[in-house]
């Protein structure tokens, strides 16, 4: 008797990074899932598998539920069954990871700061997350060999979703000031799993 699959269903936005990158992940690993999108700010529904109600969020045969975006990176790379994806013990690439994650982090809240009615908005938290920023790209330019060099993995598809989304949300100008990463990211966003889930409003 064979084993059935699991139904897998990733639910996402339409511009989430997070949700993105386990998108990429899920469909690079060869992951049979449906991608599901949602406004996740309207979507009650999702309480009751991710209190948090955030995207993303991985619900296996309409039962369990598996988040955040690490956690989902996890599961995918566990079922995938692929070897050399995923960090291991490698606490430097760990570190990077991190550091691009919160880079993206830091611009999904820049983002969320600028739109904010002017008497709600605070000038100084907008120019401490511009400076986090600015920080963390000098820091991964300095590190881009790193990044972008040896096989193909976790590491590669985080940085490419979060420098992707500096330009969507923050600035093409990352771009002067990181020529190494600039460079190697426009080759690999031409991957089809890039391509298809560039954000659009
Ligand atoms: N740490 C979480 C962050 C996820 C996150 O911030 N998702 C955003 C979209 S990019 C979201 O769901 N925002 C809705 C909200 O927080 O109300 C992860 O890595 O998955």
């Given at each position: 008797?064979?084993?059935?699959?699991?139904?897998?269903v990733?639910?996402?936005?339409?511009?989430?990074?997070?949700?993105?990158?386990a998108?990429?992940?899920?469909?690079?690993?060869?992951?049979?899932f449906?991608?599901?999108t949602?406004d996740?700010?309207?979507?009650?529904f999702?309480?009751?598998?991710?209190p948090?109600?955030?995207?993303?969020?991985?619900?296996?045969?309409?039962?369990?539920?598996?988040?955040?975006?690490?956690?989902?990176?996890?599961?995918?790379?566990?079922?995938?069954?692929?070897?050399?994806?995923?960090p291991?013990?490698?606490f430097?690439?760990?570190?990077?990871?991190s550091?691009?994650?919160g880079?993206?982090?830091?611009?999904?809240h820049?983002r969320?700061?600028i739109?904010?009615p002017?008497?709600e908005?605070s000038?100084?938290n907008i120019?401490?997350l511009?400076?986090?920023?600015?920080?963390?790209?000098?820091?991964?330019?300095?590190h881009?060999?790193?990044?972008?060099?040896?096989?193909?993995?976790?590491?590669?598809i985080?940085?490419?979703?979060t420098?992707e989304?500096?330009?969507?949300?923050?600035?093409?100008?990352?771009?002067?000031?990181?020529?190494?990463?600039d460079?190697?990211?426009?080759?690999?966003s031409q991957?089809?799993?890039?391509m298809e889930?560039?954000?659009?409003?």
């Amino acid at each position: 008797m064979t084993e059935k699959s699991p139904a897998l269903v990733l639910f996402t936005g339409p511009t989430s990074p997070f949700a993105r990158m386990a998108q990429v992940v899920g469909t690079e690993l060869g992951i049979a899932f449906e991608s599901r999108t949602i406004d996740v700010y309207s979507a009650e529904f999702l309480d009751e598998f991710n209190p948090l109600r955030q995207i993303p969020t991985l619900v296996i045969d309409g039962k369990t539920a598996i988040f955040d975006s690490r956690t989902i990176f996890a599961y995918f790379d566990a079922i995938s069954g692929k070897s050399s994806f995923s960090p291991g013990d490698d606490f430097a690439q760990m570190s990077r990871i991190s550091l691009f994650l919160g880079l993206t982090e830091a611009c999904l809240h820049y983002r969320m700061s600028i739109i904010l009615p002017e008497n709600e908005r605070s000038e100084a938290n907008i120019e401490k997350l511009r400076v986090r920023m600015n920080r963390s790209l000098d820091f991964l330019e300095a590190h881009a060999q790193e990044t972008t060099e040896g096989n193909f993995r976790l590491e590669q598809i985080v940085a490419a979703c979060t420098l992707e989304y500096i330009d969507y949300r923050y600035s093409h100008e990352w771009r002067l000031r990181c020529p190494r990463l600039d460079t190697w990211v426009k080759t690999f966003s031409q991957r089809p799993s890039m391509m298809e889930s560039r954000p659009s409003e």
